[in-house]
């Protein structure tokens, strides 16, 4: 068994950032391979996004280190064989540590697997097994898997690069200033056909170059080389949203982009987050009742509860429906209310049919509407002259009609008889008298009327 190791965990809190020295020490295969106490000082600041899955990754017992949790991961990952770093001392690396990886010829990685690059000499890959040297403090060195590189700052996943000794870190995290030795590189993960700088092995499209490894459907193809990146089983090449589901393909404005991906459905200039009717064309926004829905795509515009099919005035209110000519159209948006040709604003009756338009005594109100026609101040319904001014209501011979419109008795004189000559009469005692006879006695005032007359014209001459 190997001496017993002091492990070190301080930590200093420096503002909002944690920064610690990282303790490792590693036990595999019930060879405990120790290495370094103190690689320096590193930032547990970064926590993703990862560029790699360690799903995979073990979650340590406690006990699990470095090479453990190294060796775990790729036999889960990859199903590959890495050492398990015994062997003796090699150029200073102590017996057992992880840097044995490395430094042994006799316990390096199988190179018919493995590809081993020094450090700086090729880019490292996500995947990539990276191997650290031992330091003043630490002779077993350290082992991890690269995430990501970001400008020359290496961030890796291991298996106890945290405070909590013995699981793995929280999430990928840089190492600081610790340099490796170099890295190993599964073949399988060496190859790389679209030459995207992402191997074949991992690489979604490995035969179309796609660096950034997108897959909108997450169907493990890569939208460069899927032909159907929404997986709405309508292919992009015909597809008005290539990248969003819309089996329907719905495309309201008939420009060619589907409503789903469209930021103005219905291309009338207002975008669709700020558009009150996103599926009709209204750019001018009216908004008659003003309760957020545009009148083009408001089955209530004038919000009075009558829904505009059935409602006869849909743009103003009236829940009441009035309509009094019935023509259909609602008295409060009809012009001609009762119908009668006339509009509202000169008929001098708008509710009541008067196409005569009379108005007795010009107030402006017609007589089909004025209980006072004459304007003497008795209502028509009282008056014995309605269509006279009469307020006295005079009605002399009170038979109901009032004198002001009570026609004039006409005085006509009796029919006047001027008899002829004729054959007197032979009448006893009056023989060869001349006399002037009338069939009625009472024309004789008239009689001598006449004979007074012709008596005073004769005396004139």
Known sequence: MPRARRLHLPALLLGSSLTILAMVGCSTAGVDDAEDEDLGTATEAVCGPASGNWSSFPAGNGTLQCVGGVRQFYKAKFNVTVPAASGGPVNGCKQYGACNIWVNPANRPSPSTWNRYKWGATPAHTYDMVVFPPTASNGYGHIASVDHMKSSTLFVMDANWSPWKGKKAACVHDVGTYKPYGFYRLKSLDKDTDGDKIPDAIDNCATVANKTQTDTDKDGKGDACDTDDDNDGVLDTKDNCTLIKNADQADTDKDGKGDACSTDDDG?????????????????????????????????????????????????????????????????????????????????????????????????IGDACNDDNDGDGVVDELDNCPGVANADQADTDGNGVGDACEPPVEVVPPPVTVGTPSTPASTPGAAGSCAISHDDSSSAPWLLLVGVGLLARRRRR
């Open 268 to 364: 009338d200039g207002v975008t669709d987050k700020a558009d009150s009717c996103p599926k009709a064309a209204n750019p001018d926004q009216a908004d008659a009742d003003a309760d957020g829905k545009g009148d083009a795509c408001d089955d209530d515009i004038d919000g009075d509860g009558v829904l505009n099919a059935v409602d006869d005035c849909p743009d103003v209110v009236n829940e009441d429906q009035a309509d009094t000519d019935g023509d259909g159209k609602g008295d409060a948006c009809d012009d001609d209310l009762d119908g009668d040709g006339i509009p509202n604003e000169t008929d001098v009756c708008p509710q009541i049919p008067d196409p005569d338009q009379a108005d007795t005594d010009g107030d402006g």
